[in-house]
């Protein structure tokens, strides 16, 4: 995570791993958090945050492969038993699409604040 002042207030950059993202959504994530910096695939350094698409993504595979990172999973508001499956696979937020697209700037915000 990179973190500078910008007129007196400290601004976090988190890398954000997009897993199983598509493209169209990519591109509503990317307009939401211009802040941080958005990827793809597995970098050399961990990311701050994993976005996970559960639809597409096993999220036990997701919540094994990055047991340190806070995980937000999303779906379609109907796929109640994707919602299920990333709550019991330990994702530290699970939303529907609609909810990650109002709430995503808050949610990262949250999920990367220092502890005190």
Do not use: W
């Not at 995570?1 to 007196?8: E, K, L, P, Y």
């Not at 207030?9 to 954000?16: G, Y």
């Not at 199983?20 to 990827?39: I, M, N, P, Q, S």
């Amino acid at each position: 995570m990179i973190r500078f002042a910008h007129s007196g207030r400290l601004i976090l950059v988190a890398t954000i791993l997009l897993a199983g993202v598509d493209l169209y959504f990519r591109g509503k994530l990317e307009a939401l958090l211009t802040e941080h910096h958005l990827v793809s695939t597995d970098g050399v350094d961990p990311p701050d945050v994993v976005i996970c698409d559960i639809a597409r993504i096993d999220p036990d595979e997701v919540a094994e492969t990055f047991p340190d990172v806070p995980i937000v999973g999303f779906t379609n508001h109907t796929d109640t038993s994707g919602l299920r499956r990333a709550h019991e696979a330990g994702f530290d937020r699970v939303l529907a699409k609609s909810a990650l697209v109002e709430q995503a700037p808050g949610v990262i915000e949250e999920l990367i604040a220092p502890v005190e």
